[in-house]
């Protein structure tokens, strides 16, 4: 295990119906606030008019940006920081699923910094500017996935290159607080439910695939988490008005990345990297779609060149039986994710997601122009393998 430090400042509230106290705690932190939100399902379910009506009767004044889509684009990030300028808001609020909370960080940045979101952002070519301020941030989350809520890190993507890039920054893009209400979820779709729950187990299974072996404590928090969303997942995907299904899903989101489960693991993370490179080409795509097709093939790679997590996986979560070594549960992995992955709905092809055959190396070569090579073991060519096997689902 490596030696590491914990520092998460994040005030998190957690319980349902704990929505209704977000004016009293919004009116802690200013009196304006930049509420960063999606095109569709906050004013859908109403819960975007019950914020705005939460905050004014608290005496805070909001200006709404709506405006986010899937993949949050670096402009409308850049739209929403002007808004915020002009409307004179000193902190902002991000309501929705991971686009919008990530879309908020991005604004406090360009807004308090000034100049392009896209300035921000740091690639193998290309040297970030610093972030010198961001206003303070409070995030709502309407979706259990990518644990936005209680870290300091958000991704992007640029639509003049169709690059996707991550902005991490624990200095200034920490939440100051986070609403966490497991009733916002219970209007979620089947589908994105699905979408959210396996970005939930990647976010813990990157570093414990890849990281140090000695971290029994930190694998046994990993494997709950994964066991809690395959559970809960189950009766989720039976019955969408689960309340505590519902909160375990929510609380393992905020949970995986918020510093003790991958902590010490000084691991690669690949698949983030490789589905970036997806959804960045082809914005259609959903990011928890991207891995589900991707997952099985990475497992295979690891399983010739890293296989000790994988068949721990095996062991511990798909019931391999005893006698079970070597390749043989290299294999009970990778079919037991895959039935995994099925269960829930998700795709476990690329093709399924509308990709043309033959992108395997323009994906490629997407993933080592924003992220470098994200394992030593991998090369370009094993890199397109990858997508090659994720395209047809073999």
Not at 146 to 170: C, D, H, I, R
Request: glycine share 12%; net charge negative.
């Amino acid at each position: 295990m490596k030696n590491f430090i914990i520092y998460n400042p994040v005030k998190i509230h957690f319980r349902n119906g704990v929505f209704a106290e977000a004016g009293k705690e919004a009116a802690a932190l200013g009196k304006k606030a930049l509420i960063v939100t999606g095109k569709n399902s906050a004013k859908k379910t109403g819960v975007l008019d019950r914020l705005v009506s939460i905050l004014k009767k608290k005496g805070v004044e909001p200006a709404v940006y709506d405006g986010v889509t899937p993949n949050p684009k670096t402009t409308e990030v850049d739209e929403a920081a002007a808004l915020g300028v002009k409307s004179g808001s000193d902190f902002v609020i991000g309501l929705g699923g991971g686009s919008a909370m990530d879309a908020a960080k991005g604004a406090a940045v360009a807004a308090a910094s000034g100049g392009k979101l896209w300035d921000y952002i740091a690639l193998p070519d290309k040297k970030a500017a610093q972030v010198k301020n961001a206003l303070p941030i409070m995030l709502i989350p309407t979706l259990a996935a990518t644990g936005s809520e209680g870290n300091p890190a958000a991704v992007f993507t640029n639509p003049e290159t169709s690059q996707k890039a991550a902005l991490y920054n624990p200095g200034k893009i920490y939440p100051v607080l986070s609403i966490v209400d497991p009733e916002l979820t219970l209007t979620v779709p089947k589908k994105q439910t699905a979408e959210g729950i396996i970005d939930v187990i990647m976010h813990v299974l990157e570093e414990y695939l890849t990281g140090e072996g000695d971290c029994a404590l930190q694998d046994r928090i990993t494997e709950g988490i994964i066991l809690t969303c395959i559970e809960s997942g189950q009766r989720v995907m039976e019955n969408l008005s689960d309340r505590e299904a519902r909160a375990d899903i929510s609380l393992a989101s905020t949970v995986a990345l918020q510093g003790l489960p991958n902590s010490g693991r000084a691991g690669a993370w690949v698949v983030h990297p490789l589905e970036h490179a997806v959804s960045g080409l082809y914005d259609s795509i959903a990011h928890g779609a991207g891995i589900a097709a991707l997952l099985p093939p990475y497992l295979k790679f690891l399983g010739e060149v890293q296989p000790g997590k994988v068949r721990q996986l095996a062991n511990r979560l798909f019931g391999a039986p005893e006698e079970a070594d070597g390749d043989e549960l290299t294999g009970i992995c990778i079919e037991g994710m895959r039935s995994l992955l099925g269960g829930l709905g998700l795709p476990l092809s690329l093709k399924e997601q509308g990709i043309e055959e033959g992108a395997a190396g323009k994906l490629a070569e997407k993933v080592m122009a924003v992220s470098g090579m994200p394992h030593p073991k991998l090369n370009k060519e094993r890199l397109k393998k990858i997508f090659e096997e994720a395209w047809d689902g073999e």
